[in-house]
Nanobody, 121 residues
Framework: QVHLVESGGGLVQAGGSLSVACAASARTFSHFAVGWFRQAPGKEREFVAAISGLGKIRDYAGSVKGRFTISRDNAKNTALLQMNSLKPEDTAVYYC??????????????WGQGTQVTVSS
């Protein structure tokens, strides 16, 4: 089993930056791809970004490409989502997920608890 613990959510002004992180309990973290998803009130869960097990391949939703950066440090069993130039429409609960296959539509077997990101106008 993989347990994911998120941190770093909070309130930020539009145009500002925020970083959210996942700490994972996996024995071999590099075996798992990591994805970030978000869900705003009244909306379905939305793909944000994904990174392959060794960190060599990345994918981003069009709405965040160029503003967000996903990364990982397998030696520390952590994954990071750096969010820049934040917009009010980025406001959502952000979830970290892990699975055995890389991709935005891949199966993610493990999920974090979610962390609230609020962007004020």
């Amino acid at each position: 089993q993989v347990h994911l613990v998120e941190s770093g959510g909070g309130l930020v002004q539009a145009g500002g930056s925020l970083s959210v992180a996942c700490a994972a309990s996996a024995r071999t973290f590099s075996h798992f791809a990591v994805g970030w998803f978000r869900q705003a009130p009244g909306k379905e869960r939305e793909f944000v970004a994904a990174i392959s097990g060794l960190g060599k391949i990345r994918d981003y939703a069009g709405s965040v490409k160029g503003r967000f950066t996903i990364s990982r440090d397998n030696a520390k069993n952590t994954a990071l989502l750096q969010m820049n130039s934040l917009k009010p429409e980025d406001t959502a609960v952000y979830y970290c997920a892990a699975g055995g296959t890389f991709g935005r539509t891949a199966r993610y077997d493990y999920w974090g608890q979610g962390t609230q990101v609020t962007v004020s106008s």
